[in-house]
């Protein structure tokens, strides 16, 4: 794009939402979903990070951007990793709780003990630097590299080397 | 499965697409949030491109902060409005949905129409502009070469007209309280620019291309812009201005926090507001080149920002960068 095209950039007055922005939403929506999902390991609270993700799009980009699925993954792995972050903020009872909602078990105990471990593993997510616990979030939510340097910005022959460091930076904060 | 795999492993939660766009919906309309579409996706629908809407931004902050400080003594021309310093003014979406846009309170007719074009070379950027087109001293890995773009300087006339106020808000079912008989047909005389601008893409990119892949996030947006500019200035043909003061704060739409940290601008008619909707973004103050200058970080972490004012002119660097990265860039102009 051309700079003064750049300039132009500019905002639909027209009322309802574009088609191509309802496509774009069913499209990645559960995507989003799920990225978020993998990080906050809250149902609830990862379709409003997904639902702010989508909002946050939709204001800034146009839907039909060749960029638009790279960032909404980005946004979805940075937005829930901040959402972790205040959780964390706001003490462990209440990481354990949001997690323990959304623990499927029939045995109250087993479901308790699974949600202190994810708690514990996502305390540890919360710890690491951005960029690592991104790369982390998008690689276990299915990415592959060529998607998540997309993302990132980074470059696909990093990918592996990034995400090995990553995932030993992890296992450290995990055993701390 | 991998020992990191089965830490992070979750119950695969179950999606409502549809349930979810029905709300995604309701709060777009809700909120009245307008969609972004590119400028050549619609032409029919170009009207108001982002200068233009910079600029009635930047009159209508200029407006309610410079109604703090000047007293109500009409003169023929009154300059009301000459950013000297910078402020952030954390904003909200529902401060930046539930206010009238510019246009509501009158006509906005340009005596110099803003016209961005691109231009071969900072030698020409810099004659066109008539500035000393400053550039990074050092660029961060990754990042390419620039091309420069200008905008003219530009000139408009803002009257202010009750009957359009008075529709606009019937079109919206609001009802604003009335417009005084002497800021009906005032006129504000707004002049921005020129400024020019550096895009710099992603070194490994092809002309045009952004990000390491050619898709990243900010792709579409360069790997580093940097800007200058003359600040907007904004002179009165002499409306009373505690009368447009109270009328504009008193507006619905502007929130009694807004309204509060506008009021707390020291001195408004020096100092240019710089919105930061905290919804999206996080500000600090930091020294740049010096001065002060304000850091603006996007919330999805992988955006930044500083902007400062110096000897006269604003600058700005933004990229997606890290903070680091772009206080060092904007430090290193010269």
Same mark, same amino acid.
């Given at each position: 794009?051309?700079?003064?095209?750049?300039?132009?950039?500019?905002?639909?007055?027209?009322?309802?939402?574009?088609?191509?922005?309802?496509?774009?939403?069913?499209?990645?929506?559960?995507?989003?979903?799920?990225?978020? =999902?993998?990080?906050?390991? &809250?149902? &609830?609270?990862?379709?409003?990070?997904?639902?702010?993700?989508?909002?946050?799009?939709?204001?800034? =980009?146009?839907?039909?951007?060749?960029?638009?699925?790279?960032?909404?993954?980005?946004?979805?792995? =940075?937005?829930?990793?901040?959402?972790?972050?205040?959780?964390?903020?706001?003490?462990?009872?209440?990481?354990?709780?949001?997690?323990?909602?959304? $623990?499927?078990?029939?045995?109250?105990?087993?479901?308790?003990?699974?949600?202190? $471990?994810?708690?514990?593993?996502?305390?540890?997510?919360?710890?690491?630097?951005?960029?690592?616990?991104?790369?982390?979030?998008?690689?276990?939510?299915?990415?592959?590299?060529?998607?998540?340097?997309?993302?990132?910005?980074?470059?696909?022959?990093?990918?592996?080397?990034?995400?090995?460091?990553?995932?030993?930076?992890?296992?450290?904060?995990?055993?701390? | 499965?991998?020992?990191?795999?089965?830490?992070?492993?979750? @119950?695969?939660?179950?999606?409502?697409?549809?349930?979810?766009?029905?709300?995604?919906?309701?709060?777009?309309?809700?909120?009245?949030?307008?969609?972004?579409?590119?400028?050549?996706?619609?032409?029919?629908?170009?009207?108001?491109?982002?200068? #233009?809407?910079?600029?009635?931004?930047?009159?209508?902050?200029?407006?309610?902060?410079?109604?703090?400080?000047?007293?109500?003594?009409?003169?023929?021309?009154?300059?009301?409005?000459?950013?000297?310093?910078?402020?952030?003014?954390?904003? %909200?979406?529902?401060?930046?949905?539930?206010?009238?846009?510019?246009? *509501?309170?009158?006509?906005? %007719?340009?005596?110099? !129409?803003?016209? +961005? /074009?691109?231009?071969?070379?900072?030698? %020409?950027?810099?004659?066109?502009?008539?500035?000393?087109?400053?550039?990074?001293?050092?660029? +961060?890995?990754?990042?390419?070469?620039?091309?420069?773009?200008?905008?003219?300087?530009?000139?408009?006339?803002?009257?202010?007209? *009750?009957?359009?106020?008075?529709? *606009?808000?019937?079109?919206? !079912?609001?009802?604003? +309280?009335?417009?005084?008989?002497?800021?009906?047909?005032?006129?504000?005389?707004?002049?921005?620019?020129?400024?020019?601008?550096?895009? /710099?893409?992603?070194?490994?990119?092809?002309?045009?291309?952004?990000?390491?892949?050619?898709?990243?996030?900010?792709?579409?947006?360069?790997?580093?812009?940097?800007?200058?500019?003359?600040?907007?200035?904004?002179?009165?043909?002499?409306?009373?201005?505690? !009368?447009?003061?109270?009328?504009?704060?008193?507006? +619905?739409?502007?929130?009694?926090?807004?309204?509060?940290?506008?009021?707390?601008?020291?001195?408004?008619?020096?100092?240019?507001? #710089?919105?930061?909707?905290?919804?999206?973004?996080?500000?600090?103050?930091? @020294?740049?080149?010096?001065?002060?200058?304000?850091?603006?970080?996007?919330? %999805?972490?992988?955006?930044?920002?500083?902007?400062?004012?110096?000897?006269?002119? #604003? /600058?700005?660097?933004?990229?997606?960068?890290?903070?680091?990265? #772009?206080?060092?860039?904007?430090?290193?102009?010269?």
């Amino acid at each position: 794009m051309e700079v003064a095209d750049r300039l132009r950039l500019t905002t639909s007055p027209g009322p309802g939402m574009p088609p191509a922005f309802e496509a774009l939403f069913r499209k990645e929506y559960a995507r989003v979903v799920a990225i978020a =999902h993998r990080v906050v390991a &809250d149902a &609830d609270e990862a379709e409003d990070v997904a639902q702010d993700v989508f909002v946050s799009f939709y204001r800034k =980009h146009p839907a039909d951007a060749h960029y638009a699925a790279p960032w909404l993954y980005a946004a979805a792995a =940075h937005n829930a990793l901040n959402v972790l972050r205040s959780r964390e903020r706001r003490g462990k009872r209440d990481a354990v709780e949001a997690i323990r909602r959304d $623990t499927q078990t029939p045995d109250p105990a087993q479901a308790a003990e699974t949600a202190e $471990t994810r708690s514990e593993v996502r305390a540890a997510l919360a710890r690491l630097p951005d960029r690592s616990a991104a790369l982390l979030v998008l690689r276990y939510s299915g990415l592959s590299y060529e998607e998540i340097a997309a993302a990132l910005g980074l470059r696909q022959s990093s990918i592996g080397t990034l995400l090995r460091r990553a995932e030993d930076a992890f296992r450290r904060e995990v055993t701390t | 499965m991998s020992d990191i795999e089965d830490m992070l492993s979750v @119950t695969e939660p179950k999606v409502d697409t549809e349930r979810a766009l029905a709300r995604l919906r309701a709060r777009v309309e809700g909120e009245r949030i307008a969609p972004v579409m590119r400028g050549g996706a619609a032409p029919h629908r170009i009207g108001v491109n982002i200068w #233009v809407r910079g600029l009635a931004a930047a009159a209508t902050v200029a407006l309610v902060a410079t109604l703090l400080t000047v007293s109500g003594v009409a003169e023929t021309i009154l300059t009301i409005f000459e950013p000297k310093q910078l402020v952030a003014v954390p904003i %909200t979406v529902t401060d930046l949905n539930g206010a009238a846009s510019f246009g *509501a309170y009158g006509t906005l %007719t340009w005596t110099e !129409q803003p016209k +961005p /074009y691109d231009v071969p070379d900072i030698r %020409t950027a810099a004659r066109d502009s008539g500035m000393t087109v400053l550039v990074p001293g050092n660029l +961060p890995t990754g990042v390419g070469t620039a091309r420069y773009g200008v905008m003219n300087k530009t000139t408009a006339t803002f009257t202010f007209s *009750a009957d359009k106020t008075q529709k *606009a808000a019937a079109a919206q !079912q609001r009802t604003p +309280p009335p417009m005084p008989a002497n800021i009906d047909g005032s006129k504000l005389f707004i002049t921005g620019g020129p400024a020019v601008v550096a895009y /710099y893409d992603d070194g490994t990119s092809p002309a045009g291309a952004t990000g390491a892949s050619g898709a990243s996030p900010f792709a579409g947006m360069p790997k580093l812009i940097v800007a200058q500019g003359k600040p907007p200035v904004v002179q009165s043909d002499g409306v009373t201005v505690e !009368q447009l003061q109270s009328y504009l704060l008193a507006q +619905p739409g502007i929130s009694p926090q807004l309204a509060a940290q506008i009021r707390a601008i020291k001195d408004p008619s020096s100092t240019l507001p #710089v919105p930061i909707p905290v919804d999206m973004a996080t500000s600090k103050k930091v @020294t740049v080149q010096g001065v002060e200058g304000i850091f603006v970080g996007d919330s %999805t972490g992988l955006g930044s920002a500083v902007i400062w004012q110096k000897d006269g002119i #604003v /600058y700005g660097v933004a990229g997606t960068l890290t903070e680091q990265q #772009v206080l060092a860039v904007a430090n290193s102009l010269h």
